[in-house]
């Protein structure tokens, strides 16, 4: 080999030395990605308003894009009230997806089968026959409690019980009670979520979530997106729950339980914690 040919066989190699080693400089001056979390201020401030109007809540966030969470008390059993429902018409709507039920099967209403309380069917003759489509409806726009209780018996109450443990519910009617908790809810929320994003019936179902007629709770609290949610009520036992998925740009659930509240109380306090979570999930991402 000529000496200019070595000559410039070294230029090459440390040409080549000298770009791998800016390459990494480079490398390890980039910033590394951090992800959007919750302020510290923010659970302060949460939890300090939630002090000052007495009663208990009990909180899940669960931002859907990163995982973050913040808790309050998250597996506390507590009264579901109509939240019972969210996970139903998620097993109805699961079961006509995979063609097990068909939707324009009618059922007949019974006797045995009042419930007062919300709803509209309650009104109708004894007899009356509905589709499973229009009880799923009724159930979610109206909360209505013979719909629940007419579609729970027709997929059974054992099967609806292993549907709930199947999902990732920690309470499944122990000892017969109608209990849930907050994470239970966030779970439900989430699981019916990603469903949609292949299910056309979970996406319905979300549909129906979005325009039910009681919105003094969440929704009352996040005005500016949509808010698909399901509440549950007995203001006789002070007790007042909400489960949602909240469609930010970065979506979120967040399922607020409470008890020790008037009915009206419980719906402010609700409204405010939502709005307050709302508040803080977006700053996180400004």
Known sequence: MTQTAKSLKLLICLMLA????????????????????????????????IKSQGGEVTLVYHDLITGE??????????????????????????????????????????????????????????????????LIQKAVIYSDNIAFVMLRDRVGKASFIQYIKNIGGQYAYPGGANVTSARDLSTYAERLYNDAKTDANARQLIDYLKHTKYNETIPA??????????????????????????????????????????????QTVIAHVASLVNKYHKQKYQ
């Not at 791998?20 to 300090?48: C, N, R």
């Not at 939240?83 to 019974?110: C, F, G, N, W």
């Not at 909240?246 to 008037?262: C, E, F, K, Q, W």
């Open 69 to 134: 969470e913040y808790l309050i008390n998250p597996d506390r059993a507590r009264r579901a009230a109509s939240t019972i429902k969210l996970p139903l018409v998620m097993q109805v709507m699961d079961l006509i997806s995979r063609h097990r039920l068909d939707p324009d099967e009618k059922l007949a209403y019974h006797g045995y089968q009042y419930n007062g309380g919300s709803g509209v069917i309650q009104y109708q003759r004894v007899g009356t026959r509905f589709t499973i489509c229009d």
């Open 18 to 49: 000298t770009f791998w080693l800016l390459s990494g400089f480079a490398i390890d001056l980039m910033p590394a990605y951090v992800q959007p979390k919750l302020s510290h201020s923010a659970g302060t401030s949460i939890e300090a308003y």
């Open 221 to 266: 609290g996040i005005k500016e997106v949509p808010v698909a949610h399901k509440a549950g009520w007995m203001p006789e036992l002070g007790v007042s729950n909400d489960v949602a998925i909240v469609y930010d740009r970065h979506p979120y659930t967040l399922a607020i339980m409470t008890n020790g509240y008037s009915y009206s109380q419980s």
